[in-house]
C-alpha cells in the first residue's frame, strides 16, 4: 500500500491509497479533481473510488467533478451526512476492499458534522492507517459545528483512541503548527508536544508536510485525547472527559495563537 497526500486549496489534504499489486486507487476528499488525477495518472494507477470523509464543500465539492472525469466512479459517504455526489452510502462498520490486499473500514465519528466517516485503512504486515477528516487532526480536533461534546469524546477517545498505537493518522488540514502551539497552553509542561512544535516548525521551515501523525503520537501530545487524565482536567478545571473536552474546545474557539 502507498499513500500519496496532494495540498489542495489553502491548507487541505487530499489523498490517494494505491493497492500497489494491482495498481488500483482510491481518492480521499479529492476537491481538486484535476490535481489528483493528474498525480494518479502520473503514478499509472486506475482510480476505482472516492471516500469521503464529510459532506463540507472543502472535502465532497470535487465529487461531481470527478464522476464527470472518471465515468461509473464510486463515491462513498456516510449515509446520513448529505454527501454531494455520493453513490454509495455507509454506515458504521462497512468493509471495502481495493485491489487484491488493502481493506478499508468505515468509522462513524460524528461531532464536525453528524455523519462524518473516518476511514481505517490496513494492507498485509505494514502498519495501519487512519483518514481522519475533520475529526482528528494532528494536536487538535474539528469544530462542534454540528455535533456535542460527548460525541467528540466517543469520535476521538473511543473510537480512533482504541485503534493500534502505530497507525497512521492522515487528517484533513494542515493546521499542525497552531494545534501544538495551543496544546501547550494547556499542558505547557509536556515535553512531548514542546519537542513535536520543533518538529513541526522545522518542517514547515522546509515547506514539508506534518503528516502523518500515529494514535500514539495522538495519545502524548493531544490534549483533545488526553481528557481521561486526571491532571489533565485538574488543570483546566472540570472534573470529566466529556467536562474537559468541552473546556479546551472552548478554549481553543477563542484562542488567537
Not at 491509497?17 to 502520473?42: H, R, T, Y
Not at 480512533?160 to 499542558?187: D, I, M, W
Not at 488543570?235 to 474537559?244: K, N
Amino acid at each position: 500500500m502507498k499513500i500519496l497526500h496532494i495540498p489542495c486549496l489553502g491548507d487541505n489534504y487530499a489523498y490517494l491509497i494505491i493497492d500497489e499489486s494491482s495498481k488500483e486507487a482510491a481518492a480521499v476528499d479529492p476537491v481538486e479533481p484535476e490535481k489528483v488525477l493528474g498525480v494518479a495518472n502520473e503514478n499509472g494507477v486506475d482510480l476505482k473510488m472516492v471516500l469521503t470523509t464529510h459532506h463540507h464543500w472543502d472535502h465532497a465539492g470535487g465529487n461531481e467533478r470527478m464522476k464527470q472525469l472518471v465515468p461509473g466512479i464510486k463515491v462513498y459517504g456516510g449515509s446520513i451526512d448529505n454527501v454531494k455526489g455520493c453513490t454509495d452510502k455507509l454506515e458504521n462498520g462497512d468493509k471495502l476492499t481495493l485491489g487484491a490486499d488493502v481493506n478499508i473500514l468505515s468509522l462513524h465519528t460524528p461531532c464536525h458534522t453528524n455523519g462524518h466517516i473516518s476511514y481505517y485503512v490496513t494492507c498485509k504486515e505494514e502498519d495501519p492507517a487512519v483518514f481522519t477528516g475533520d475529526t482528528l487532526f494532528i494536536a487538535g480536533c474539528g469544530r462542534f459545528f454540528e455535533g456535542t461534546a460527548e460525541q467528540m469524546y466517543q469520535s476521538l477517545c473511543v473510537t480512533l483512541g482504541s485503534l493500534p498505537k502505530p497507525t497512521r493518522v492522515y487528517c484533513g488540514h494542515e493546521y499542525t503548527l497552531k494545534n501544538l502551539q495551543f496544546a501547550l497552553t494547556v499542558e505547557p509542561e509536556n515535553a512531548k508536544t514542546a519537542q513535536k512544535l520543533s518538529w513541526a516548525q522545522n518542517q514547515q521551515k522546509g515547506n514539508l508536510p506534518t503528516i502523518p501523525s500515529t494514535i500514539e503520537e495522538e495519545l502524548e501530545t493531544n490534549p483533545f485525547m488526553r481528557v481521561d487524565l486526571p491532571e489533565l482536567r485538574t488543570r483546566v478545571g472540570c472534573h470529566s472527559s466529556v467536562e474537559t473536552i468541552q473546556e479546551i474546545r472552548r478554549r481553543k474557539d477563542h484562542w488567537r495563537g
